[in-house]
């Protein structure tokens, strides 16, 4: 049975059992392919237009690394780094056949296991409206962040969402079984939070409706 968890952010839907992450690691892109693709595509023009052949990134909640990948070909170095270890073991078989420029690790957004000031892009792609610390993780990608790097950061906006766009989610949750949080998140809630955690928001805007996509970028001020 599904509960529903008061959270900062408006409802978050929470079920009782494994992680969704975990139940739904080995079939996870071959179920993007099948019914997010479009959007998917628009998260990496987005991204592209910020990669650099210098660059350093770090990936945070890279899921099954696909992403991470796809972007280390335009970047020096990409690290990964997932809750789920299911999906971590898939990023890893998969970049066993690529350059080899792509990392990936088990970690907890809220302790990134790298050195202050030790990346100059960190992203994180329809994952932190997941994580059960928002906050913290993002005090955590600014300390890895040098002084002056980018936060991009691509999250549904579930508080701008339509109810029949809330309605769907709390369906699929329930299809696909697993525990999962997620934080309706309101577009201009994001930009408050980004600033109380040491960025300033360079752009903000939707990229994708029903549900509410936003992408924003940010800079790290923390000297």
Request: hydrophobic share 40%.
């Amino acid at each position: 049975m599904t509960s529903y968890k008061l959270d900062a952010y408006g409802d978050g839907w929470e079920e009782p059992d494994e992680s969704l992450w975990k139940t739904t690691a080995e079939g996870y892109d071959d179920w993007i392919a099948n019914e997010f693709q479009d959007q998917y595509e628009i998260n990496w023009s987005v991204l592209s237009q910020h990669m650099d052949p210098a660059l350093r990134l770090l990936d945070v909640g890279c899921g099954p690394g696909s992403l991470s990948i796809r972007l280390s070909q335009y970047c020096h170095e990409v690290w990964g780094v997932d809750l789920t270890p299911e999906m971590v073991e898939i990023a890893e078989r998969k970049s066993e056949t690529e350059p080899g420029n792509a990392f990936f690790l088990e970690a907890d957004a809220c302790d990134l296991p790298f050195e202050s000031h030790s990346f100059d892009t960190v992203m994180s792609v329809n994952a932190l409206q997941t994580m059960d610390q928002p906050e913290m993780a993002l005090m955590e990608m600014n300390r890895v962040l040098k002084p002056g790097g980018e936060l991009l950061l691509i999250t549904y906006c579930y508080g701008d969402s339509s109810v029949t766009d809330n309605a769907s989610l709390l369906n699929w949750i329930v299809k696909y079984g697993g525990k999962a949080m997620w934080h309706s998140f309101k577009l201009p809630q994001l930009e408050t939070l980004l600033q109380a955690r040491g960025f300033e928001v360079i752009e903000a805007r939707k990229i994708w409706e029903e549900p509410v996509v936003g992408f924003l970028r940010a800079r790290s001020i923390f000297s």
